[in-house]
Each structure stands twice: as structure tokens, then as C-alpha cells.
T-cell receptor, first 108, second 114 residues
């Protein structure tokens, strides 16, 4: 996905915290999206970051460093329903390009 | 406000046939993008339409085409279907305003080519 890199799979325990990283090429960068996608369903919008820093939305937070080409999605107080794929997507020159996603497994 | 709708939800075609998929964006959203999702390749950008004009295009062959109508509804057409075209086709409705950018997906059309 045009050099958008995120881990393929991660495993975490219910109630814990997990951080999903995403790195990308900075040329033409406008902003960064995070989506959640459950198996067999369409992606659901989680966040959009355009400025450096951390944005919190309930149990989910997203961080962006524009100069480093780096973002992460932080999920707190993990629940079984958080088992899903998490997609990092970059808005670049008006296109939105997706990484291949991180499949998150939650263990009880 | 109604979300993004796509029709049909499921479709089975045979090689060589053509198919047309439809998408209605969220009211007030003028940008519609189409994506192909397969297990191996993830979400691949097909094209984006804004105010009836194709604004961006991904790296797909000319068999994949689209259009957008004055009410922002969009259609995607795939001609001469191949087995490899079997995928989930997702439409996304986008609204950009200042530093805010949101893109919401429809439920998708699952296309199976036999």
C-alpha cells in the first residue's frame, strides 16, 4: 500500500492496553485515518489526525508525528469485541491509500 | 442522516460478463471513492469522483470504470469479468472541510466471478 507499514497481527489480553503502529512516506501527506474492520463487514471510521499529537476518543486514542511519518492507535481496557482488523490510511494528494491492516486478537 | 448505501449486496457472475454496482453517498457528501478488497491485497483504491468528475484514479485496468451523477450517486462498472475480480467492492463517501476529513464506507458489494 504505497509504503504504509503496520504489523500484520497482534495479540493482547482482555482488559489490557495495546498500541498499533503505522509508518508511512511523508511526501504529499495531508492526514491519517484509522479504521476498524470486523470480519465480513465494512471498515468503520475511528479517527483522523492532521496535526501532531494525541487525540483521545473514549477507549481509543490516535497519535501522529508528521515529521517522523509515524502514527499509532492506542486501545485501552480491551474488550472481546475489539477483535478486528485495524487499518491505517494516509490522505496524500487527495487520495486515501490504505495499509494492509493489523489483525488484533483478544484473549480472555 | 442515512449512511452510505450500496446495491446490490451480493452478486454472482461468470467470466466475460459485465457488472454495474451502485452507491449512494451520505447526503451533502460530494466525493465518492471506490475500493476493491481482497484477502491478499487488502483495500485497493480504484477511483474517486467529485462533482461528477473523476478526481483520482488507482492502478486498475480500463475494464474498471465509473461515473457520478448530479445527485452524487455513483456507479462502478467492470467489463469482461475475470476470476480475479472476485472481491468485496466498497464505496466510500467523503467530506472535507478545513482541517477535517471524514470518509465513511458503505456495506459493500460482494462479487463472485465463476
Amino acid at each position: 500500500g504505497q509504503n504504509i507499514d503496520q504489523p500484520t497481527e497482534m495479540t493482547a489480553t482482555e482488559g489490557a492496553i495495546v498500541q498499533i503502529n503505522c509508518t508511512y512516506q511523508t511526501s504529499g501527506f495531508n492526514g491519517l485515518f484509522w479504521y476498524q474492520q470486523h470480519a465480513g463487514e465494512a471498515p468503520t471510521f475511528l479517527s483522523y489526525n492532521v496535526l501532531d499529537g494525541l487525540e483521545e476518543k473514549g477507549r481509543f486514542s490516535s497519535f501522529l508525528s508528521r515529521s517522523k511519518g509515524y502514527s499509532y492507535l492506542l486501545l485501552k481496557e480491551l474488550q472481546m469485541k475489539d477483535s478486528a482488523s485495524y487499518l491505517c490510511a494516509v490522505s496524500r494528494d487527495d487520495k486515501i491509500i490504505f495499509g494492509k491492516g493489523t489483525r488484533l486478537h483478544i484473549l480472555p | 442522516k442515512a449512511g452510505v448505501t450500496q446495491t446490490p449486496r451480493y452478486l454472482i457472475k461468470t467470466r466475460g460478463q459485465q457488472v454495474t454496482l451502485s452507491c449512494s453517498p451520505i447526503s451533502g457528501h460530494r466525493s465518492v471513492s471506490w475500493y476493491q478488497q481482497t484477502p491478499g491485497q487488502g483495500l485497493q483504491f480504484l477511483f474517486e469522483y467529485f462533482s461528477e468528475t473523476q478526481r483520482n484514479k488507482g492502478n486498475f485496468p480500463g475494464r474498471f470504470s465509473g461515473r457520478q451523477f448530479s445527485n452524487s450517486r455513483s456507479e462502478m462498472n467492470v467489463s469482461t469479468l475475470e476470476l480475479g475480480d472476485s472481491a468485496l467492492y466498497l464505496c466510500a463517501s467523503r467530506l472535507t472541510s478545513g482541517s477535517t476529513d471524514t470518509q465513511y464506507f458503505g456495506p459493500g458489494t460482494r462479487l463472485t466471478v465463476l
